[in-house]
């Protein structure tokens, strides 16, 4: 299965078969003062710096994220798409819980991106599916409901179907679905990773979706999240997760490791090429 997903100038293809596609998690100030109180003033340089590095750093696909307290998503996230979208080239992912600022986003976007999300909860269906519907776009579904984030397997892989079968429903094809099984800190449940992990195994195998899944939250709270996040990210990746959002500068060696292992890097070109690039690098 392939989501097509566009900007102004660059196609980016999800496929069930891989290779892995990076969406970029870093233009989100969760945890990040200076971004933060830049967003609050309205100076959106070091947006620019985050989404050119990110880029650099071989992100295929921005997520943008300026849900903090004190600042008004409406306003500010067609503002952000804006600015990230006249300084990279690739597509975007639009991430808010607000329909109004989601929309808002939608209508200035050039191109078709993915819109981050939609959930099993009757207003969420209720409101971001037709916008999905209306702009063409694509949609990150999360496996939660009224009554939060299911302890349960069977119970996320029921929401996701439920997803899938609405998103049809009112006319959006299968493909334009990604199934996000909900990443919980491993150092808060220690069930948490076999719990998302077989959950993907199961939507993977009943629903031959697309998956993604917000990586580092896997690690909060622990040390050395770095360790936690690649560990995590080969796991997800090996059991069906095709654009895991991430930190990408961080994990993409032990992706690109992992797609060759999988066999979806023919001769290890993609491998070898991000290789040359370290050592370029480092000589600078
Ligand atoms: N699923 C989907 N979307 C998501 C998430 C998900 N969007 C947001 C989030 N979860 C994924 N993005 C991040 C971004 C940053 C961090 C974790 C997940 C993070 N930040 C560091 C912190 O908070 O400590 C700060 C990093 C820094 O300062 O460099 O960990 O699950 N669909």
Redesign the pocket.
């Known amino acids: 299965m392939e989501t097509k997903l566009t900007s102004a100038k660059k196609q980016v293809i999800i496929r069930t078969e891989g290779p892995t596609v990076l969406i970029g ?2 233009i ?1 100030p ?3 003062k200076k971004l933060t109180e830049a967003l609050k003033s309205g100076n959106l340089e070091i947006v620019r710096k985050e989404a050119i590095a990110q880029v650099q750093a071989g992100a295929d696909i921005l ?1 943008v ?1 300026v849900g903090a307290l004190g600042v008004d998503e409406e306003v500010l996230l067609p503002e952000v798409v804006k600015v990230v979208m006249n300084t990279v080239d690739v597509p975007l ?1 639009l ?1 808010s819980a607000n329909p109004v600022a989601l929309e808002k986003s939608l209508k200035v976007y050039q191109g078709k991106p993915l819109v ?2 939609v959930t099993g909860q009757e207003n969420s269906l209720k409101r971001v599916l037709p916008l999905i519907k209306k702009y063409g776009a694509a949609v ?1 579904g ?1 496996t939660m409901d009224d009554d939060g984030i299911p302890d349960d397997v069977d119970k996320r892989v029921a929401i996701a179907h439920k997803i899938v079968e609405r998103a049809e429903k009112v006319g959006i094809p299968r493909e334009d679905v990604i199934i ?1 099984c ?2 919980l800190a491993v150092g808060a449940n220690d069930k948490a990773g076999v719990v998302v992990i077989e959950s993907i195994r199961r939507v993977r195998e009943e629903l031959g979706v697309n998956l ?6 896997i ?2 709270g622990l040390p050395d ?1 770095d360790i936690i996040n690649n560990a995590f990210i080969t796991v997800a990746i090996c059991t069906g997760v095709t654009c895991p ?1 991430v ?1 990408v500068a961080k994990v993409r060696p032990a992706v690109l490791a992992t797609d060759l292992i999988l066999g979806r890097d023919r001769y290890a070109m993609r491998y070898i090429k991000a290789y040359q690039q370290r050592q370029k690098q480092m000589e600078k």
């Open positions: 998690e870093r989100n969760t945890g990040k997520d994220n992912c991430d981050n999300s990150i999360l996000d909900l990443t993604t899944l917000g990586a580092s939250n690690s909060f999240r959002i930190d």
